[in-house]
């Protein structure tokens, strides 16, 4: 046994795991993440995998990654660089030595570094031996050769043991971070309950790596993270998908009405298709159609019978959806479209993230046909937004567009579980059989919304469809007045929304040199940078806008008392464009970047730095 | 068939309002038999509802009292899926025609044919697209001249029955615009079929492709260039019920009776619950100038209906799952207690 280290407390860590596709590197990350939220840390996790299913291995392309970011303090990204780094082997390295901080411990699987994989990940040179690695804490681990030990009298095929070796990586966290090995235990018995000998072979290779770095005296230094500061109450960890899943059904169990989900598998939204499909006993039901067209159509088919309904898409598939979404405009029924949004144009980069879609969500149909269009800004605020969508389409008998993107969807977060009962009312246009006067273009007079008589409901019976229908009667017209009266008040219905969603709210001063506007899934780097700066005593401010059409009452006011405006967008302009259309009057510089990643808090400090010494 | 059927008539499902097809187009006749049929069918006249596409057929629920749909081109029969498997109390019936269901529609037409989702398909085939003016259609005869093929089409054209049959449908039938006696019959059948019905009505454009049916349903050759099929019945057909169908080398042959020692017992007799689709296939495909052209319902086979299946899955996980609300499912796995300072 080595004598005991030191231990250093820490506020925050930022731990990288990376390798092949098969090597389990996204099990050991969730493992690592559900082990911090048990111990009450902070947390924020991404995913970074290749759209590879198997990439040949050893290769660049077949990298799979994994970035948990805990702390003591609150955390609000997975981090821009890894104070930890896993690589199981050199194309895994390769990958990420630019996403690593200096002095930063990088753990290798020393068993992988050969020159048929030197080759395969790209270096002309044993990376261990051309200087590269200076200044960092490399721990060259034969993982592959005591995972193989460990496992050699448990009977498992080669293969099968091969795959354990992701928890010998984890048993050596488990010493570095000084956390009890159980918890590990707990998990894995719980992941694969039904194999007790794969929970035998795994329990003893991360018992073997824990062991291992423990005599091996190459940790000087270990961690601890203490339980959150801030944070009080039941948590859990949540994706964005699936806390847009279980939102949606929120809202029906309140709303009292059950979903229907018209979709098509699509990266990064068909996991909220996967997850809801598994609800039948919550009254979902899922439909997955021939197509995204189809989808949609047979969600807009639900909705007339009365359903919650909803489609779940990516970029490209909003495109398929257009046609579809303006039939909902014009026969003014609820529907809920979750668009998830990746790289375009076309295919373009399907597991990255880009806001590649809100000129698309706001405009991307012929004719005048407005929609109710909001964004989510963080994993679990997916819950949040996707209960919004679904009580705004109920409410206002209209499509309305979530935005979320792939950063959102995979990423996952501390999520303070909410109770139904706290959450706000739903009141749908439903009413009642023989309904006097009722006409189809008969509207609330709030909020414009049409009354929703559904099939099966007695003395309703009407007709809809995407001809132009006469105001109150709805019977097909092409008369020239009746049209304008028509868009007037589709778009007068949307608008009124205004009134029905929050303030937009500033975050820091109400006027000061520079103010930070994004919108979405952004909301976590340009959160952390400016309240960084803020720390500083920087004049620096943040609006994150979470409603886009309508743009909240107060906007004007937010973007007033500002002596510079800044918009970061992960696209080429999209937002600010929008901005200048509702209001021309106010200058607003940019901040764009389509990586496929999202902002790093650095260069987002960095720009605002600069835009602040150029005031 | 409910009680209800006895209190509600044709009556019931007239609309105010001039309805807007050309005079003498065949769509008429088509909505006065559904407005014949619909009281027959045992289903209040709530529980049913139109959906169309778009084509001048696709106008159909705009002239129909029941709920109605008038959706996108080529998207009734996704828009219906939604409506039957939200809904499976409903009576659901699309009308489409050759362009809608054969061109911009094809995928989904298949689709629910595969699924065998419980919705009645009319389909109003005149091989021609008439909305927009005369174009040929995916089911246009080879080498015809329309405004779009002025030397002739050069596209062979589909056969509906013949992808119904291919996507593994359960119902196939096909009646004439021109005998409503048969398309009541035909159409009071689609209704009571579980699952997919497709019912192909041969239907004439007066404007763009008028006559085209001439040669099935002119009054002088229709016997001779129909036969009638009746599940059970022999397959009997001419002006004195003279002809009919045998099966030699498992293919159809038309014979007379008297002629060569064929008597009426040689005749092959219709088996539309056949689970095979062979001879379905042959009697869909069967055309002039050799043979008669097969009407009535060609096919009619038992198969678990969609909605009737997920269902059952509903009603099973419900019976078996622990958790019954969504703040228990949001306490279920995983969760930590959390005491900040």
Redesign the interface.
């Known amino acids: 046994m080595g004598k005991k280290p030191n231990i250093v407390e820490l506020e925050e860590v930022v731990v990288k795991f990376a390798g092949d596709s098969g090597d389990g590197m996204q099990l050991t990350g969730s493992q690592f993440s559900?082990t911090s939220?048990?111990i009450?840390n902070d947390l924020s996790t991404f995913p970074d995998y290749p759209s590879e299913i198997r990439a040949p291995q050893g290769t660049i392309a077949g990298v799979s990654g994994f970035q948990v970011h805990i702390g003591h303090k609150n955390v609000s990204t997975p981090g821009d660089l890894a104070d930890v780094l896993i690589a199981m082997n050199p194309a895994a390295l390769r990958t990420n030595m630019k996403w690593v901080k200096p002095e930063a411990t990088i753990i290798i699987d020393i068993d992988n570094f050969d020159d048929k994989n030197f080759k395969k990940a790209g270096y002309a040179d044993d990376p261990l031996n051309d200087g590269s690695l200076e200044g960092f804490n490399v721990i060259q681990a034969p993982i592959t050769e005591l995972t193989r030990a460990t496992t050699s009298e448990l009977g498992l095929d080669s293969k099968t043991a091969d795959k354990t070796k992701n928890q010998f990586v984890a048993g050596i966290l488990f010493f570095l971070f000084n956390r009890d090995i159980s918890i590990g235990e707990k998990f894995l018995k719980?992941k694969f309950k039904s194999k007790p000998e794969l929970v035998k072979a795994n329990i003893a290779v991360l018992q073997a790596g824990f062991n291992y770095a423990e005599t091996i005296e190459a940790f000087s230094t270990t961690f601890l993270v203490n339980?959150?500061?801030?944070?009080?109450?039941?948590?859990?960890?949540i994706s964005g998908n699936q806390a847009t899943a279980?939102g949606l059904?929120?809202a029906s169990?309140k709303a009292d009405i059950g979903i229907?989900l018209?979709s098509y598998p699509i990266t990064p939204a068909t996991e909220i298709l996967q997850e809801l499909a598994k609800?039948?006993?919550?009254n979902a039901?899922t439909?997955q159609?021939?197509?995204e067209?189809?989808g949609i159509?047979?969600?807009?088919?639900?909705?007339?019978?009365?359903?919650l309904?909803v489609t779940t898409t990516s970029g490209p598939g909003l495109a398929l959806k257009g046609?579809?979404i303006g039939?909902a405009v014009i026969?003014e029924l609820p529907l809920v479209i979750v668009n998830v949004q990746r790289g375009g144009p076309s295919t373009g980069l399907p597991t990255k993230t880009e806001q590649s879609d809100l000129m698309q969500a706001l405009y991307g149909r012929n004719g005048e046909s407005p929609c109710i269009v909001i964004a989510a800004s963080s994993p679990a605020n997916c819950f949040d937004y996707a209960y919004k969508a679904a009580k705004l389409a109920l409410e206002h008998m209209s499509p309305v567009i979530l935005l979320t993107d792939g950063y959102l969807a995979n990423g996952s977060e501390?999520w303070h579980?909410?109770?139904?009962k706290n959450m706000e009312e739903i009141h749908t246009n439903k009413v009642e059989d023989n309904h006097a006067d009722y006409y189809p273009y008969v509207r609330n007079e709030e909020t414009l919304a049409r009354l929703w008589a559904?099939?099966?409901?007695?003395?309703?019976?009407?007709?809809?469809?995407?001809?132009e229908k006469a105001d109150i009667t709805g019977?097909?017209s092409h008369d020239p007045m009746n049209h304008q009266v028509m868009v007037n008040k589709r778009q007068a219905k949307v608008d009124r929304v205004v009134n029905y969603i929050p303030e937009q709210e500033i975050i820091g001063e109400k006027e000061a040199d520079l103010l930070v506007i994004g919108w979405g899934g952004t909301f976590g780097a340009l959160f952390t940078a400016v309240t960084e700066l803020q720390d500083e005593g920087l004049s620096i401010s943040l609006a994150q806008f979470n409603y886009i059409n309508p743009l909240p009452k107060n906007t004007e006011e937010v973007l007033k008392n500002f002596k510079t405006r800044v918009v970061c967008e992960l696209n080429m302009g999209q937002f600010v464009n929008y901005l200048r259309s509702k209001f021309p009057n106010y200058d607003y510089k940019q901040y764009n970047k389509v990586q496929g990643l999202p902002f790093m808090i650095s260069e987002l400090k960095l720009k605002f730095r600069e835009l602040l010494e150029n005031k | 068939m409910s009680e209800n059927s006895v209190s509600i008539t044709a009556a019931d499902f007239k609309v105010d309002?001039s309805v807007k097809w050309c005079a003498g187009c065949g769509s008429f006749s088509v909505l006065a038999t559904i407005k014949n049929t619909l009281p027959l069918i045992g289903v209040k006249?709530?529980?049913?509802?139109f959906?169309s596409g778009?084509g001048c057929s696709s106008r159909f629920?705009?002239y129909l009292?029941?709920?109605?749909?008038?959706?996108?081109h080529g998207?009734a029969t996704?828009?219906?899926?939604?409506?039957?498997?939200?809904?499976p109390?409903?009576s659901v019936w699309v009308v489409t025609g050759d362009g809608d269901s054969m061109a911009i529609g094809g995928?989904?037409f298949i689709?629910i044919v595969r699924r065998n989702i419980d919705v009645n398909i009319l389909l109003f085939n005149n091989k021609i697209y008439g909305l927009t003016k005369g174009q040929y259609s995916p089911t246009t005869p080879i080498g015809s001249v329309t405004k779009t093929s002025p030397d002739g089409t050069i596209e062979s054209p589909f056969s509906p029955g013949e992808l119904v049959m291919g996507a593994q449908g359960t119902f196939f039938a096909r009646v004439v615009d021109t005998d409503p006696k048969m398309m009541k019959e035909v159409f009071v059948e689609a209704a009571n079929h579980k699952g997919t019905a497709v019912v192909e009505a041969l239907q004439n454009c007066v404007i763009f492709a008028n006559q085209i049916h001439n040669e099935i349903t002119g009054p002088d050759v229709k016997h001779d260039h129909q036969i009638y099929l009746k599940h059970g019945e022999p397959m009997i057909f001419g002006k004195n019920r003279e002809k009919g169908l045998i099966l030699k080398s498992n293919k159809f042959e038309v014979v007379t009776i008297g002629e060569n020692g064929i008597t009426e017992a040689d005749i092959a007799v219709h088996d539309a619950h056949d689970p095979m689709h062979s001879n379905h296939h042959m009697l869909a495909r069967m055309g002039l100038p050799e043979f008669p052209v097969a009407l009535g319902v060609i096919r009619a086979i038992k198969q678990p209906v969609y909605e009737t299946m997920?269902y059952e899955?509903?009603a099973m996980?419900?019976a078996?799952?622990k958790?019954?609300?969504?703040?228990e499912?949001?306490?279920s796995?995983?969760?930590?207690?959390?005491?900040?300072?």
């Open positions: 559900d939220a048990f009450g719980d339980p959150s500061k801030n944070k009080k109450g039941l948590f859990r960890n279980w059904l929120a169990e229907f018209g609800m039948k006993h919550l039901l439909f159609a021939e197509d067209i189809a159509c047979s969600a807009i088919g639900a909705s007339f019978t009365g359903r309904a046609e579809a039939l026969t501390l579980i909410p109770e139904v559904v099939p099966g409901q007695e003395g309703m019976r009407h007709r809809v469809g995407g001809l019977e097909v | 309002g006249k709530e529980n049913i509802v959906v778009i629920p705009y009292n029941t709920y109605g749909f008038h959706s996108l998207r996704a828009i219906a899926s939604g409506v039957k498997v939200a809904n109390d409903l995928n989904h689709h997920l899955q509903v996980k419900k078996s799952a958790i019954k609300s969504v703040d499912l949001m306490r796995g995983n969760t930590f207690m959390i005491n900040g300072e």
